[in-house]
Nanobody
């Protein structure tokens, strides 16, 4: 059983940056595919980015490439999401997830989820 705790969310002005962190415990962190998702009010949860077990491969949603970067530190059991040039439409609850498999975008690829952290971008 893996427990995930996100942090780093908050209120930021458009054009600003935030770095989200997700600390994992209770499992072998370095064996998991890690992902970030987000969910805005009234919308479905959507894929943001993923990183493979050793950080050698990353995947980012097309619309977010160039602004969002995922990374991980297996020594610290932590995955990060660096977000830059934030826009009001980035406002959502951001979730960290752990899983495995070939596909990285479906929510069903992930067995463990954090509680989420709110990111609000003001215009």
């Amino acid at each position: 059983q893996v427990q995930l705790v996100e942090s780093g969310g908050g209120l930021v002005q458009a054009g600003g940056s935030l770095r989200l962190s997700c600390a994992a415990s209770g499992g072998t962190f370095s064996s998991y595919l890690m992902g970030w998702f987000r969910q805005a009010p009234g919308k479905e949860r959507e894929f943001v980015a993923a990183i493979n077990y050793n950080g050698g491969s990353t995947y980012t949603a097309g619309s977010l490439k160039g602004r969002f970067t995922i990374s991980r530190d297996n020594a610290k059991n932590t995955v990060y999401l660096q977000m830059t040039s934030l826009k009001p439409e980035d406002t959502a609850v951001y979730y960290c997830a752990a899983g495995g498999g070939i596909r990285v975008e479906p929510v069903t690829a992930y067995a463990y989820w954090g509680q989420g952290t709110q990111v609000t971008v003001s215009s």
